[in-house]
């Protein structure tokens, strides 16, 4: 049976693209004979022409990362039966929609973030009010991410040794195409040839360090990845890591056709689980990244919309990547599904419920389960730390556009300080960090919650766009009401059990001052969340 609903997901995903997704494309008026921001602002930095598959491979690393296998697992203790049907139908028409639209609006405003986007079309007080809430979410994501990959990285020495040589590869590979000038398929292959001799040392010199050393280590590479220019490091490491996770994608299509493991999971379980988890909005909040993740649309309008080489390029990177990383959610899930109720609550870690299932679904091809596990782990944590390098760059983007445009930073006196990158970046890195001590399990649903916001926002962003510019909008209603019902039900339901002793003491464990922190700033995001929309209803009036 699993074999037969990831060959009907795929198809439908498909006819999805090129049906829907082209529909789009013309009903909102994509123009080649338009110059794009990379061309007409071209600063070797940020504003970079950038070829198609070099751009896929840096936007779906950047968006994939861990979340569209943590999500989906995690969501199966409501059963595997709703977290299908979500991903399947929210990935078509909220998804694609949401990503393709952030990217496409940015590329028509100059190749400015989604904050800018909103100055121009909403005013400047929604700029600033949406500008404080992504860098507070930017923390959250920082936070969640640190936490998972240096976990990772301590349980599997080996993996983390072969990610930190991957990242001299990508600078490398950075140089040969961009100094060198060496064409894509030979350097392509040559660096793909030094990762699999990485592969060989990481294995063979593993780097044995402690969970809280490699948070640290990890910060200062976000830290430094955030500032670089996108050539020499973020856009090449995230192109060469996406050939590993669209291997691991290929690679686990063909494990659960041919294998076609058993489902165990429960189709479905309970509306309540836990006596705290309620499946509205729980699983819609949870499944993000392989569904529908606000998050996409940072990551196209801050980085992606400055390196997009023609507007048709838009389509592919951002509605075809967004289709992509549903595939992937899918395999998640029936991989967790092959466990009984038992084996998937005594693993407990995402991670480690993904790799040892895939690994024990991909012995029909006569692979070693710890090798291939090895692989999975070492694929899963690199494309987290993608994930962190893209994040940390487009908070640095929002701390200094707030800088630049607020004037509580003249009052401080830090308008110059944070205006500049390096001071933006480490300070937004100590602050993710400082929130990333806290376990994942805690701030994964806040962070839930705040990311699904963003897509909320960009919903109304594209739509207040769209309809000043005389282009179709409707298909962006039915999204955003449903992403206003999850996101304001879930924000809710963590405030009150923040007031809640009961529900405290599910919620802290072993940290209460980590969550009173995280539940304030959940207090803090529904209430600027209120705050931008009360302010788009006023311009509305005046208009």
């Avoid at 070693?368 to 782990?377: E, G, K, N, R, Y």
């Avoid at 930073?409 to 960090?433: E, H, I």
Wanted: one cysteine or more.
């Amino acid at each position: 049976m699993s074999s037969v609903i990831v060959l009907l997901a795929i198809g439908v995903f498909v006819l999805a693209y090129f049906t829907y997704g082209r529909a789009l494309a013309r009903w909102w008026g994509v123009d080649d004979s338009q110059v794009t921001p990379s061309h007409q602002l071209n600063d070797g930095t940020d504003y970079v022409p950038t070829a198609l598959p070099v751009l896929f491979g840096h936007h779906f690393a950047s968006i994939a990362g861990a979340a569209p296998i943590i999500g989906p697992i995690v969501a199966g203790v409501f059963g595997w039966v709703p977290v299908l049907l979500w991903i399947i139908f929210a990935g078509i028409f909220i998804g694609m929609v949401h990503d393709f639209g952030a990217l496409l609006a940015s590329v028509c405003h100059n190749g400015k973030d989604l904050s800018k986007v909103i100055q121009s079309n909403i005013g400047m007080t929604s700029f600033r009010i949406f500008s404080l809430y992504i860098w507070l979410t930017s923390l959250l994501v920082i936070a969640a991410f640190v936490n998972v990959v240096s976990g990772s990285f301590a349980q599997m020495p080996a993996a983390a040794s072969s990610s930190s040589l991957f990242i001299l590869v990508a600078i490398i590979f950075g140089l040969m195409l961009n100094r060198l000038r060496l064409k894509l398929l030979p350097a392509t292959v040559i660096a793909l040839i030094m990762m699999l001799i990485c592969l060989w040392l990481g294995n063979a010199f593993p780097l044995a360090l402690n969970k809280s050393v490699w948070l640290y280590l990890i910060l200062i590479y976000i830290a430094t990845a955030s500032v670089t220019p996108v050539w020499v490091l973020l856009q090449p490491r995230d192109y060469l890591n996406s050939f590993f996770l669209l291997a691991l994608i290929i690679l686990s299509v063909f494990g659960v056709v041919f294998a076609s493991p058993e489902i165990k999971m429960p189709a479905f379980t309970s509306f309540v689980v836990n006596g705290d988890k309620y499946l509205f909005p729980y699983l819609f909040i949870t499944v993000a990244c392989g569904a529908i993740s606000g998050y996409h649309a940072m990551f196209a309008s801050a980085t992606t919309s400055k390196q997009l080489f023609r507007q048709s390029d838009a389509l592919p990177i951002a509605g075809g990547g967004m289709l992509v990383e549903c595939v992937l959610a899918i395999i998640a899930l029936l991989v967790a599904a092959s466990f009984t109720s038992q084996e998937y609550s005594e693993l407990k870690n995402p991670l480690t419920i993904f790799a040892s299932g895939l690994g024990g679904i991909l012995k029909v091809f006569g692979l070693p389960v710890d090798t291939v596990s090895a692989f999975i782990t070492l694929t899963v944590s690199s494309f987290a730390l993608t994930s962190l390098d893209s994040v940390a760059r487009v908070a640095r983007y929002i701390m200094q556009n707030m800088a630049e445009e607020m004037t509580v930073f003249d009052r401080l006196g830090l308008r110059q300080l944070m205006s500049n990158k390096y001071a933006a970046s480490l300070f937004t890195v100590a602050c993710g960090g400082a929130l990333g001590m806290c376990d994942y399990s805690i701030i994964w649903p806040i962070f839930g919650c705040a990311n699904q916001l963003i897509a909320l926002f960009t919903f109304v962003t594209l739509w207040v766009w769209l309809k000043k510019n005389s282009r179709p909008y409707r298909m962006l209603i039915i999204p955003a009401i449903i992403m206003f019902a999850i996101t304001m039900t879930g924000l809710y339901q963590m405030a009150v059990m923040s007031f809640n002793s009961a529900g405290n003491k599910r919620l802290t464990g072993a940290n209460p001052a980590g969550d009173l922190m995280l539940s304030a700033l959940a207090l803090v995001l529904f209430i600027i969340t209120l705050a931008f929309l009360n302010n788009l209803r006023r311009n509305r009036k005046k208009q």
